[in-house]
């Protein structure tokens, strides 16, 4: 976990904010219920995914599209998920 985010510590705050955004992606930023997004908090794709099966695919596809997007990591677990 972590992504290589951890590495950001002195980065431009700019940057930071641009990734917690993401306002670039036209999926980045999903309006949920409270509930959800408790149950979500900061776990990945192996540790949680969306309740509605149908969303689970676009789900996937915006996860690994941000990771590519910032350049982060993905470990074996994640990146056999999202395959």
């Not at 306002?23 to 309006?31: F, P, T, W």
Request: include cysteine; charged fraction near 30%.
């Amino acid at each position: 976990m972590g992504s290589g985010r951890w590495q950001w510590t002195g980065a431009p705050v700019a940057r930071r904010q641009a990734d917690a955004n993401n306002l670039g992606a036209e999926h980045s930023l999903l309006a949920v219920t409270a509930k959800t997004d408790r149950r979500k908090a900061d776990q990945d794709p192996v540790e949680w995914m969306p309740p509605a099966t149908d969303a689970r695919c676009i789900y996937l596809s915006d996860w690994g599209g941000a990771k590519g997007r910032w350049s982060l990591t993905a470990d074996r677990r994640e990146r056999d998920t999202l395959r």
